[in-house]
């Protein structure tokens, strides 16, 4: 058993060093792994709080009628489609609001709000709803048992349970019947080090700008000046979950 | 008081196996329509992205309701010294049991991942209440069975209630879980009520102690054995007041929320313009499930009689799946507030369009998978009265005096 | 507890003999005609002989590591397994790594173990999916 222990752990070390020459590891006992984190998001470090991924979402140049970030998010994570709209997994969806006493109305894009302080993730009994340290808030997918306590706790309506069997999954999003899943982030691009989102790609492509994604914490980042130069809320602030997701005028 | 003795449940084989066939055939109905479930995904449900908890929710939230609910009989006896109540505590150890079990079978058969079940049982996250209930339900069952042990054994009687007690706070503990699965829920509104911890308890006293009763009623009968007014006047009187106390605690429910004006649409949902909820509401809880059952039960004559008593039990259950399909269902229907001040109009995920509430249509196999579970627990109590000392031979007044509290 | 382990070692050795002995060796032989890019290196991660002890480990591992920090090294993902041990049919298409008589199943089935994996992940190299596939 310990020798099986060790040549994981060296297996693992040799993986670090050899790929990343930045991360100094050192083996402290067998299957323990101490590596110290350079900020580098290049796939082969693990990722810190250093970083917290965000989106700025400007309503006012949210188009009516456009569905670019929905269509591209259901291709980039292959979002199977059953044509049973009740029950076909949504990342991302289009809301138009009219507001109650002026009778203005807004466009917008929601997802999962990627709280600092999640509610599916407190709730969750196996921790398979977990925030990662960069603020990504994701499904462990081997651990989840589909019991949906997740999908009721979410204020955002933002998770979607597979309901039947995937033939066909893409190979950086795995889906199966009986778990829960929604939106990432695109997780799978910022882990080999592009710092885009597919919503933001395609609304971006339309020339719209409406989404603004990027580090948080980087004070110089777009999506950081944004937030300091625009007016901007939380859906749903009265919960006070530090979302990682912001709107401007709603 | 007499000293009690305890037989196996006598009836005759062929009408005890012919029953436990009936209930095994019910049980395995609700087994296949579970793997339906399973192998096809739970688009085969009623189930949805909209509404994602269902038919055996309601059934699993019921059985494990009613089971803690079942052990009161038991607790009254051993904790609070109560000696009418002794005979029937071993009865109510056994189908606390099995009813948690039957329950515990529905809402495991209803997840996404039944296979998964040993990470349930090996990896917790504690900030869940799910997590939590976990083990407040295995641990029931484990507390249970020593406390039924205490119970038979003689070299154990001695702990018997330090073992009725620790089960009674326990069972408190394990309702109060259960209720607030559905108290921390702040996403939505009906379920942001931390009344409903105390709400599940009293909930699981009366759902509890009609299933208690009716079970008795009938175990009793079918073999002959005497059941005397003394036994069942006193429990049914205590089910009038638990009746009454959920009844009471519905009302704060829906009266604290409709001084708020933000409730104000969910309430007006449930007990206006909900449809099918504000019906299940008014018919079936308030009016088939507390009022009339009350009626019978406080009344002079009615209330004195067997088949009547029954009739109210069966109407509390009713009253129980009711209160139990509008809280779970209903609260998922009534959409999110998410733009406080506007209107949805238009969406690509439901969202309730103009106030639309989510619609749910339970099917056939979640509701046979529910009706299962509810077969497993009766059959497993028959089984196990069958096999063990159970019941007492005689329950009639000459035996059970009631004035030896 | 002595007797227990005493007879899990002799069963394991037996269970090893037999794989090796028997399914490995036609593994071997029958691959080389199945186009499975493996066929073109000398080996795989790791020596063979570790791998067919601790592939599952090297991929739980690997797994964790992914799903929570975020590291994706090739070398010990899953999708590179399938990547290398697909094979393909006459048209050159990729079959499934799952489906019955392929490289996965057929040891897994072998050896009487559940194979889980598949059902989430891809199950034919990424470079096989298209990329306007119709997902379902």
Known sequence: MADKNNLLANKARRSFLGKAAAAASLTVAPGVVLQSIAAVKSGTEGVSDNTRWGMLIDTSKCADGCDACVTACASENGLPVHERPKSDPVWIRKVKLKDNLTDSVTTLPMMCQHCEKPPCADVCPTGASFRRADGIVMVDRHICIGCRYCMMACPYKARSFIHEEIVLKPTHTPRGKGCVESCNFCVHRLDSGNETTACQEACQKEGHNAIIFGDLKDSSSEVSQALRNLPSREIRADLQLNTGVRYKDI | MKKIHFLEWGLNSPRYWGILAVLAAIAGIGGLSALYMEHNGHWVTGMSNQVVWGMPHIFAIFLIVAASGALNVASIASVFGKTPYKPLARLSAVFAVTLLIGGLLVLVLDLGRPDRLIVAMTTYNFKSIFAWNILLYTGFMVIVIVYLFTMMERKAQQYNKAAGTFAFIWRLTLTTGTGSIFGFIVARQAFDAAIMAPMFVIMSFSFGLACFLLLLMYVYRADGRELGDSVVLRLKNLLGVFVASVFYFTLAYHLTNLYATENHSLERFILLDGGVYTNIFWIGQIFLGTLVPLGILYHPSLGKMRNWIAISCGLVVLGAFSQLYVIIIGGQAFPMQMFPGKTIIESGFYDGVNGMAASYAPTLAETLLGIGGVSVAVLMALVVIRMLPILPISLADKDVDPHAS | ?136
């Open chain 3, 1 to 136: 507890m002595k007797l227990f382990m005493l007879k899990l070692m002799a069963s394991t050795v037996l269970v090893f003999t037999v794989l090796s002995g028997t399914v490995l060796a036609d593994e071997d032989a029958a691959s080389r005609s199945r186009g499975y890019k493996a066929d073109k290196l000398e080996a795989c991660v790791e020596p063979t002989e570790f791998m067919r002890r601790n592939h599952m480990e090297l991929i739980l591992h690997q797994r964790n590591l992914t799903v929570h920090e975020g590291i994706r090294i090739k070398d010990d993902s899953l999708a590179n397994c399938v990547d290398c041990h697909a094979s393909r049919d006459a048209q050159g298409k990729a079959i499934a790594v799952n489906e019955e008589g392929q490289f996965c199943e057929r040891c897994h089935e072998q050896a009487a173990v559940h194979l889980d994996c598949f059902q989430c992940h891809a199950t034919i190299p990424d470079s096989d999916i298209p990329n306007d596939s119709n997902w379902h």
